[in-house]
């Protein structure tokens, strides 16, 4: 058995809890992702997938039970373990890139390494390198509006692998793109998968979209 790196126990999540209409997002989960897996998180839209990653990734709290990382629950971490948790183990891939339309490419992937005051070169030589895995060093000097959605998401997947995360999360990160785009997309996901042993949690509602892919599916 490999090393289970987040563990959710019989969670909740409600909203507006204290007023006459609540909102059950999330009802008593509770779930395990081993070290070096790719799982699908399936559901329609509406029944709290993205509340469920928000949780696991401590962008949000649940209202019940226990999140443990690495061993240890979120209950029990400090801020400033939960934001190393956040910030280093974790990268992110949304559905809308989230890019910055006012940086370049280079400056965009290069967005999180500035904000954990990586040195300079340091910054160049690790954006240029990610760049070249995901075949988009040639892109670096454009601006996102240059830019095909499929490059898009192909620079929202390298800043995302700019901090070195253990984690990839993608929140319903191929939506928006066309079904040749999306293979690509998921193709590229699967290679950083088994290449570099990166635990991803792909969301989703395209039963398609895994099949293939998925080491498994949680509805």
């Known amino acids: 058995m490999n090393e289970i790196i987040i563990e959710v126990k019989k969670i909740s999540k409600v909203y507006d809890e204290m007023t006459d209409n609540p909102v ?13 897996e790719f799982i699908c998180v399936m559901g329609t839209s509406g029944s709290g997938k993205t509340t469920f990653i928000n949780c696991i990734s401590t962008m949000d ?3 019940k039970g226990q999140v443990i990382l690495y061993g240890k629950s979120t209950l029990e971490m400090s801020d400033e373990e939960i934001g ?39 910054i160049k030589k690790r954006v240029h390198e990610i760049a070249k895995n995901l075949g988009i060093e040639g892109l670096l000097n454009k601006y996102p509006d240059e830019c095909s959605g499929g490059q898009k998401q192909r620079v929202a997947i390298a800043r995302a692998l700019a901090n070195d995360p253990k984690i990839l999360i993608s929140d319903e990160s191929t939506s928006a793109l ?15 998968n088994q290449k570099l042993g990166l635990t991803v949690v792909l969301i989703t509602h395209e039963m398609q979209i895994v ?8 509805v």
């Not at 910030?87 to 006012?102: H, V």
């Not at 490419?105 to 070169?121: Q, T």
């Open 61 to 63: 709290t649940p209202s």
């Open 24 to 36: 059950i997002s999330l009802n008593n989960i509770s779930m395990s992702i081993e070290k070096g």
């Open 84 to 122: 190393n948790f956040r910030s280093k183990e974790i990268g992110f891939i949304f559905q809308e890139y989230n890019l910055l339309d006012y940086l370049t490419l280079e400056e965009n992937i290069a967005f999180p390494l500035s904000m954990n005051k990586v040195k300079n070169s340091e």
């Open 178 to 192: 066309d079904p040749k785009t999306t293979k690509q997309i998921l193709a590229l996901l699967q290679d950083l």
């Open 211 to 218: 099949k293939d892919i998925a080491n498994r599916v949680a």
